[in-house]
Structures are given as C-alpha cells and as structure tokens.
C-alpha cells in the first residue's frame, strides 16, 4: 500500500535543483562577462549546456524506462553533475569551460526528468497537486537570485564557482532523502502502444514543437538580460530582486493553477502563455528602463514559465502510459534544450549587431508562432479536465 505523500522530501529536491538554476539562469553569463569573454562567446558557452538537453534526457529516459531505476538515475546524475562541474577550478580557458559546461550538463540533465516521473507517481490521483511541490523549485530559485544579486554587490564574482559547488552539494544531499515510487498504470493506457504510436497521437507532436519555441523565445532573457539591465543603470542587488519577482509570480501562479485548470482547457492555457511571452519580450527589448514596465515584464513570468510549464507537465503525463513516462518527460526536456540553445545562439550573435530590441522582437516572433500553432492543432477535447483524477494504480518501494 502506499504511504502518505512524502511533500517535504520531494519539495526539498526541488528546492535545490532550481536554486542552481537561480544561480545559473541570470548570473552565469555575468560570470563569463567578468571572465572577460564577448558576447558571441559568453552566447555559445551558455548554449552548451542547453544543447545537452537535446542528447542527455532521451538517453537516461530510455534508460529510466527500461530499467525502472529512474531513483538510482536521480541520485547518481546529482552526483556526478557535482564532480564534473567541480573540474572548473582547474583551468577558465574557453575551451576547458566548454568541456565543464558539456560534462556537467549531460548528467544534471538526466535528473529532472525522471523525478518528475517519481513526484507524479506519489502524487497518483492527486496530480493536480504537482503545482504545490515545484513551487518549492521556485522559491529556491528567489532565494538563490536574491542572495547571490546581494553577495556580488559584495563581493567579487571569483567566488561564484564555489556557491554552486555548495547548491550542488545540496540536490545531491536531498536526492538521497526521495522515497521511490512506481508511474501508474492508466486502464486508458493499457494497450496505448509504445512510445512513437503515443507521440503521434493528435496535438502531441504540435505540442514539442511550441515546447521548442517558447524556450527559443527565451533566450536572450536567460542570456543577456542581467547584463542588459546593467548596461540601462541598474545595480546587480536590484537585479536579483528582478529576478526574484518574476519567480514570486510564478510561485502564486503555481498556487493558482489547480483551480485553473478545472476552469480552462489546456489549449486556452497554452495560447494565453505564449501570447502573454510575445507581449513580455518586447516590453523588455523596449521598455526595460521604464521602471514599471519592468516590473510588468517580470511578473509576466508567471505566464511565460509558471502556467506553461505545469499545463505542459500535465500534458505528457496524460499523453504517455506508465512505460513511457521517461520518454514523454525526456523528450519536454530535450525540445526545451534544443530551442533554449537556438536562443541563446541567435541572441548572442544578435545582441550585438541588431541590439536588444530586435533580440528581443525575433522571441516576440518565436512565442508567437507558438500561440497560433497551438491554437490550430491542438484538440480541445484532448485539453479538459486535467485536474480530474485517472483511475491509477501504483506501486511504491522505499529506497
């Protein structure tokens, strides 16, 4: 029988594996800037990591599947991540930063997926609780960005390797304290076919396609946003106080999104998400030295991340059976590297020779065609009554 639902251990997992993308997201380029890298550079360094989401999530999916160990994958993946990215203290030449950027990826990126595989087999039919657990990954991420933005205010950015070391630490230290638990089957998924019958179902393949675009979008604001704001006059403490607004929207969206998905269909999400992302880019590219427009564009956030990522969440768990869950989160995590590294590419290469406005208009561009492809070949019927619980059953084994 399976036990009560482990909240804390699971939010603390989470917790931590956002912090570090706290501490990556708007400082990581900073830290190559103050390497002293040019921003074609500082573009292709982040995107490597991106890129990785590309190749690394597929391989540990299929292997998480195969082998149903998607626990000892977490836990080793953590691990690792640890002692690869610990190798930058050895050299900050561009070649060997590239290398660290491509080791530690592959393996950081093997765990997100398979634990939201674990997080949504406790949860059973409480799925629509998984908003109440990743809000924790969010309230790590403000954490992080708050704390660092008021450190390297104080400090120099030498220091940075070593607070992701410690955050590092942490997703390795929580990822030992996870219970394990089994995907449920789905009487509805029983005899659904394997993973590329499930993928061809209506919408599915339309749906990785725009995960792909919304995270294109994305780009230059995980790129080059601190480093555009510093160039408008703001102090690098404001900035992770930025930061963290964007995430505190997030976090009440994440509160918000059980009722809204009992009332909206995941289509009308959807299409709102992108087209909220195409308005917050170009107030960004535009506007940011307006103060309240900022403000605006920051708490925008908790469209173009919060409600898009737990409807897409959602979406491939109902997509895919018990068996393919792995491939299904794998696959999100793989269209999101790939169009994560598009955008950081383009807006590194752009950044400097059309400007952040047209940076920005090119991911206006991007999250739009996303809202018009969701909204032509997305069945409504397939949307509906995500919140709802499936008959499950799961099996469950403490690790």
Known sequence: MASTLPYWRLSSFYFFYFALLGATAPFLALYFHHLGFAPARIGELVAIPMLMRCVAPN???????????????????AATTLLCFSLIFISKSYAWLALIMALHAFFWHAVLPQFEVITLAHLREQAARYSQIRLWGSIGFIVCVAVLGKLFEWLSLDIYPWALIAIMAGIVVSSRWVPNAQPYVRESQVDAGGFLTQLRQPGVLAFYLCVG?????????????????????YARGFIGQLWALGVVAEVLMFLLMVRILQRFSLRQVLMASFLLAALRWLLLGNFAEHLPVLVLA?????????????????????????????????????????GGAFGALYSGYSWTTLGPAATFAIASIAATAAAVIIGMRLPSDNARNLALPPHTAINEERA
């Open 59 to 77: 391989l540990w999916g299929w292997i998480g599947d195969r082998s149903g160990k998607r626990l000892a994958i977490v836990r080793f993946g």
């Open 298 to 338: 920051q708490v925008l956030h908790a469209a173009t991340f919060g409600s898009f990522h737990a409807a897409a969440i959602h979406f491939v768990q109902r997509s895919f059976g018990a068996n393919q869950q792995g491939q299904g989160q794998a696959l999100y995590a793989a269209l999101a590297g790939i």
């Open 213 to 233: 675009l919304m995270q294109l979008s994305h780009g230059p604001y995980y790129t080059f946003l601190t480093l555009h704001l510093e160039a408008l006059g």
